[in-house]
């Protein structure tokens, strides 16, 4: 008998790196469907070594007079940590480790939660009964103070982001605690990382990278023998 390799098949897909400081480096996404929402969840994985340093912006989403939905790391008393537009300071500092960042929000009891790793902090309360409004543009990269302009580049993203996911729904605790583990269900109906449209702008790079080995693969040793 003869031992054959086994061949585990690792998840991967494109990562973007915004390697320098920047009023010209962004990355537009396009939805899937209207940004009509009365609920969300939005997850990404994330690296930067700005940490300590500056304000910077993760993700910016804009119609033509308001910040709709903007995820910054923000430098307060207490150093640096994530809020929303709606300006919730709950995430411990970003480091140069990739990180798995979930942020929920629901209309109709106004809860928003986010999730570091799988690790859920303690619910804040935002504007209940609002409706984040259609119409705008998604960049990664930039914050715009004007529609998809005016940019400041001691603002902008230095590092890199990936798997960037957006549902029209809050995603229960369990599934987001599966999708940091690796789980690739349920897709993103308004942002789904493996087929959304994105358009480069810049100095930004695009490369593949291994997100995780699959849950299944993990811990499991396979052997194959056969007849010759």
């Not at 031992?3 to 991967?12: A, G, S």
């Not at 910054?72 to 994530?82: A, F, I, Q, T, Y």
């Not at 209940?128 to 930039?142: A, E, F, M, N, Y």
């Amino acid at each position: 008998k003869m031992r054959l390799p086994v061949i585990l098949f690792l998840i991967t897909a494109l990562t973007l790196v915004f390697p320098t400081e920047s009023c010209t480096s962004f990355v537009e996404m396009i939805p899937q469907k209207p940004m009509n929402l009365t609920a969300f969840t939005l997850c990404m994985r994330v690296a930067t070594e700005l940490s300590s340093q500056r304000e910077i912006i993760l993700f910016a989403y804009r119609t033509g007079n308001y910040d709709e939905l903007n995820v910054w790391g923000e430098l307060d008393g207490r150093g640096k940590c994530v809020s929303l537009t709606i300006r919730i300071k709950i995430l411990p500092e970003l480091r140069a480790l990739i990180t798995h960042l979930c942020v929920t929000w629901d209309s109709t009891s106004g809860l928003a939660v986010l999730f570091l790793d799988g690790k859920r902090s303690l619910s804040k309360i935002y504007k209940k009964d609002h409706t984040v409004s259609p119409g705008g543009r998604v960049i990664l990269g930039q914050d715009p103070d004007i529609y998809l302009g005016d940019f400041d580049k001691h603002q902008n993203f230095v590092g890199e982001i990936c798997d960037v996911n957006m549902w029209d729904v809050v995603l229960p605790d369990s599934v987001i605690q599966g999708i940091f583990a690796g789980q690739r269900e349920p897709r993103g109906n308004v942002f789904d990382w493996d087929s959304t449209e994105l358009r480069i702008n810049g100095d930004v790079e695009v490369a593949i990278r291994e997100l995780y080995t699959p849950v299944w693969a993990q811990n499991v040793v396979i052997n194959i023998e056969a007849d010759v």
